[in-house]
């Protein structure tokens, strides 16, 4: 590339990322501000899926704040897409049509919002072409924001995010989650489960994947690994774990791109160990048949 092509593109793709920062602090400052406040309790796909006021409040918020800065880029967000994997299968692939899309998820782990259980995150993540080149995740609970650049490194707070470096699932720290979807993610989920627990060093399930994403990438977690997620629930998280040099993938070891639904991100290190589990567990999601 010569420097006359090279010289915008910098500029640029720095302003996306000060935009998406600047929307997920504004999002997650008043998320913060209305906890404990939640009046009208709704469910979605099912009974386990919950949604708020502050859910659509934030989303509102975020949506503004990006078109005021692009008022061409399209916008994906959880709360403009019905219920249910197939909506959000067709949402994707229908603003995917489109050069700019932002993936949101104003509040990643609303059932600890409602609870007051310090761990959601607000989740954004910028694709150009459907390759995601921005990923920011805050958590209000501890201030922390997390953001990755495509090509330039992921930050927590400045600092650059490193993932771990165990080499086996007997000193791995991996997590999961239990889906709101109890036919189908839930079960598999759960055999997932019972076949990884005894191999690794133990298990948590925080409730929200954004921010298990986000454990990963500063190596907090080894890996994450769960069925039936979104790409809002995803994206972000993503390009954080692979620009800290960590592996994303489906459950069965192809690339990770965003109608990937199940997950699994680590160190690297231990990727093809957690994927063959799931794999010798019947627990990939995707028919083996
Ligand atoms: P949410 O809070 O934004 O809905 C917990 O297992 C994770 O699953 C959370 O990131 C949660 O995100 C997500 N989740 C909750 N209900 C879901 C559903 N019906 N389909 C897919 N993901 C869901
Ligand atoms: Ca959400």
Redesign the pocket.
Known sequence: MDDKNKVPYVVSSKSYTAVAINAAAKAGEWIKSRLGTVKELNT???A????TEV?KGAEQMIRKLILTHFPDHAILG?EGVE???KA?AQALEETLKEEYVWIV?P???????VHGFPF?SISIALAHKGEIIVGVIYDPSRDELFVAEKGKGAYVHGKPTVVSGEVTLETSLIA??????QTF?LPINMAGLQHLAPQVRNIR?G????L?MAYVAAGRLTGFW?I???A??LAAGALLVTESGGTVSDTTGRPYELSV?HIVASNGAIHSQLVNALQIADATGYDSH
Do not use: C, I
């Open positions: 979605k796909y099912s386990q899926d919950l949604v859910d959880e219920p249910g994997p959000s998820d509040v990643d782990g609303t059932t600890n919002y959601y999961t989650g239990f889906p709101a979807d993610a399930s409730g929200s994947a954004a298990h769960e039936g997620l979104n809002w629930d639904r």
